[in-house]
Each structure stands twice: as C-alpha cells, then as structure tokens.
C-alpha cells in the first residue's frame, strides 16, 4: 500500500493505529466512525469525499485501504490538481460532454465543496467573484482552454480553465486534513 500512498510506512502504521481505534469490531469504519475524528469533522469535504469511497466500494462500510485512498487526495501531501480533480470527481461534476461549467454549476460546486457551512451570501459573493475572474481571463485571452473560441466566454467555462483557476486557489480550507 505505501508504494501507491502519498504516506510512507511510519505514517500508515500511525494512521492504522488511529484507523483501529475508532473502527467497528468487524476491522470496517462506518461514516459516523469516520467523521468522529477532529481533523475528518473540521473538513467539510470530508463526508462527501467518503460518501463517494463508500459508492465506489459499494458498501456501507470502508475498510483501512478505502481510508487510505480517501486520505490520500485530503492529504497536504497531495498537489493541487490532484484534489481539483478528486472533487470534480467526487462532486460528481458535469460538464456536459462539453468540458464546459455555467456559473449555476459553478455555484453548485462551490455549495457542494464548503458542505453546507458556509451562509449562502457568502457562497454567492464567491461564486460571482469566481465567474467574473474567469469570464474575464477568456474575454482576453482565447488561447486558455474554451471549447470554442469563437463561443460567447459567459456561457460557460472550459474545465481545464475552472482547474487551473482552483488550482490556484487557496483550498487548504476546504479539501486538506493535517494527520
């Protein structure tokens, strides 16, 4: 497991150690389990992020390497592009066949990734300062990413333009645990 972890051996030992403090008599972890650790409570991503785990593995419960994978994309070891990815992903983000996002869906993720804590004001502000930075990058520069260049930017913006964008964005808040 370590060759394809972001943690090395010590630290998968430790993790297991707090991993069997808190499992169920069966060696599985249940959400609730999951969530009762301080770090895993303060990430508001953190129960989407194993809703996801546990509707890959089709199971109610996760074992230690579920925890682990999940662990990995929250990790600070983890590189920016690999959680933007992660949340797209556990988010369920669509882009319609389009590679493209409208600033609804825009603020569906932003509501999606800060987990319900966060005023909806807030999340509005973000969402439209968000959409005006990137609508503004396209409007200048073509060459970023849009599907179509000839197409109007407020429909809707390319994937790989929203991820560089989250990429340089401070998520730390949002999609790291420190273990």
């Known amino acids: 497991m370590s060759e394809t972890s972001v943690f090395s051996v010590k630290e998968l030992k430790r993790l297991f150690g707090r991993y069997s403090r808190v499992c169920l008599d069966d060696g599985l972890i ?10 895993l409570a303060s990430c508001p991503f953190a129960s989407m992020a194993f809703n996801h785990e546990m509707e890959q593995a089709k199971s109610e419960h996760l074992d230690f390497s579920h925890f ?12 920016a592009l690999e959680k933007v ?3 797209f992903d556990v988010l369920q983000v669509d882009f319609e066949g389009r590679d493209l996002l409208d ?9 999606g990734l800060c987990g319900g ?3 909806e004001a807030i999340l509005k502000g973000i969402t439209e300062q968000c959409w005006e930075n990137l609508t503004k990058e396209g409007s200048h520069n073509h060459d ?25 964005l401070d998520m730390q808040n949002f999609v790291t645990v420190q273990f």
């Open 30 to 39: 249940s959400q609730a389990r999951f969530m009762y650790m301080p770090e």
């Open 68 to 79: 682990v994978r999940i662990l990995d994309k929250l990790s600070s070891k983890a590189g």
């Open 85 to 87: 990815e992660y949340m």
């Open 103 to 111: 600033k609804i869906e825009l603020g569906l993720l932003f509501k």
């Open 117 to 119: 804590v966060m005023p």
């Open 144 to 168: 970023l990413g849009y599907a179509d260049t000839d197409m109007d930017v407020h429909e809707g913006v390319n994937r790989a333009v929203l991820t560089s964008h989250l990429c340089s």
